[in-house]
């Protein structure tokens, strides 16, 4: 995840980042508020960890890494996940956001157009939303980029109509369809030319792993039982190099997400620590239908 060139497209004048074989459009996010120091950021999330209620204890799960990647080969004969404790998935926090996943209000190819966001649709997103923005950890993210004068942190409705756009708000990845939003490419995942597009969930892929789904191929690097990069294919598309935070809650993501979104935009440019582990987020966002949305965000633990 650490290896990007960038490629500028004279036809259509925009610049695309190169991760394995992925090719992501890359325009780092800006915002008018000042930018805070690591020791600040570093302060919010241990205290978003602290406040995660949520997140998975360390008997909730066992991994297995397998084995190293070579290639593009299966070299480890099990899956990631060998055990979840899925009374995890009776809380808000997860079962709102599992229903949006069975419901398949996302569809994953990129080249098809997302359905309109109304309806019920719309209700059932907006349920998992305002779990998420109701959480502890929430709440501290918001105070964190409302005291460093985030223009648009003024107060939380305002806020929450800000980030609804900028995670939901639709964009083209194929042919200008507008087939894709920050949230389905984080949280669900999306296909394009034999290839998966982003997909940094943990319980996303445990579902889909659990499902048959996935075939894990083996780590290029991880942090035991909290991060991890590796190799995989759902279904016949390849995700060549990938990853996410393991048992943290889809609240924390979700909010650290954004906060490294709008303070420390770029190629790990948010850099923090979890149980003492360096981690980083890297994040861009582009213009789509309704202003300003995500393009990408996802966590690295080797850069």
Same mark, same amino acid.
């Given at each position: 995840?650490?290896?990007?060139? #960038?490629?500028?497209?004279?036809?259509?004048?925009? #610049?695309?980042?190169?991760?394995?074989?992925?090719?992501?459009?890359?325009?780092?996010?800006?915002?008018?508020?000042?930018?805070?120091?690591?020791?600040?950021?570093?302060?919010?999330? +241990?205290?978003?960890?602290?406040?995660?209620?949520?997140?998975?204890?360390?008997?909730?799960?066992?991994?297995?890494?397998?084995?190293?990647?070579?290639?593009?080969?299966?070299?480890?004969?099990?899956?990631?996940?060998?055990?979840? +404790?899925?009374?995890?998935?009776?809380?808000?926090?997860?079962?709102?956001?599992?229903?949006?996943?069975?419901?398949?209000?996302?569809?994953?190819?990129? #080249?098809?157009?997302?359905?309109?966001?109304?309806?019920?649709?719309?209700?059932?997103?907006?349920?998992?939303?305002?779990?998420?923005?109701?959480?502890?950890?929430?709440?501290?993210?918001?105070?964190?980029?409302?005291? %460093?004068?985030?223009?648009?942190?003024?107060?939380? +409705?305002?806020?929450?109509?800000?980030?609804f756009t900028l995670w939901?708000?639709?964009?083209?990845?194929?042919?200008?369809?507008?087939?894709?939003?920050?949230?389905?490419?984080?949280?669900?995942?999306?296909?394009?030319?034999?290839?998966?597009?982003?997909?940094?969930?943990?319980?996303?892929?445990? %579902?889909?792993?659990?499902?048959?789904?996935?075939?894990?191929?083996?780590?290029?690097?991880?942090?035991?039982?909290?991060?991890?990069?590796?190799?995989?294919?759902?279904?016949?598309?390849?995700?060549?190099?990938?990853?996410?935070?393991?048992?943290?809650?889809?609240?924390?993501?979700?909010?650290?997400?954004?906060?490294?979104?709008?303070?420390?935009?770029?190629e790990a440019a948010c850099?923090?620590?979890?149980?003492?582990?360096?981690?980083?987020?890297?994040?861009?966002?582009?213009?789509?239908?309704?202003?300003?949305?995500?393009?990408?965000?996802?966590?690295?633990?080797?850069?």
């Amino acid at each position: 995840m650490g290896y990007y060139l #960038c490629v500028l497209i004279l036809l259509i004048g925009q #610049c695309y980042t190169v991760r394995g074989i992925a090719l992501e459009k890359s325009s780092p996010a800006t915002t008018k508020a000042s930018v805070p120091n690591s020791a600040k950021l570093q302060d919010l999330v +241990n205290k978003m960890r602290t406040a995660d209620v949520d997140k998975a204890g360390p008997n909730d799960y066992k991994l297995d890494w397998g084995n190293k990647v070579t290639g593009t080969s299966d070299n480890s004969k099990n899956g990631l996940f060998v055990y979840v +404790n899925e009374t995890l998935y009776k809380r808000p926090v997860y079962a709102n956001f599992i229903s949006v996943i069975q419901k398949n209000l996302f569809t994953p190819d990129v #080249c098809i157009a997302e359905a309109a966001m109304s309806g019920f649709r719309k209700s059932q997103i907006q349920l998992m939303f305002d779990t998420w923005t109701s959480t502890q950890v929430f709440n501290l993210a918001f105070q964190f980029l409302k005291d %460093n004068g985030n223009e648009y942190a003024t107060d939380m +409705n305002t806020f929450k109509a800000f980030l609804f756009t900028l995670w939901f708000g639709t964009y083209s990845r194929c042919n200008g369809t507008n087939g894709s939003s920050g949230f389905e490419h984080v949280f669900i995942g999306e296909w394009r030319d034999q290839i998966v597009d982003g997909q940094h969930s943990w319980v996303r892929y445990y %579902n889909l792993e659990k499902a048959q789904k996935i075939n894990y191929h083996g780590y290029y690097s991880y942090v035991v039982d909290l991060a991890g990069t590796f190799q995989y294919t759902w279904e016949s598309q390849l995700k060549k190099i990938g990853g996410f935070l393991i048992g943290t809650s889809p609240a924390f993501d979700f909010s650290l997400f954004t906060v490294c979104v709008l303070t420390f935009p770029g190629e790990a440019a948010c850099r923090y620590s979890i149980d003492g582990h360096p981690l980083a987020v890297t994040s861009y966002t582009q213009p789509c239908d309704v202003g300003t949305c995500i393009f990408t965000t996802f966590p690295e633990d080797n850069f």
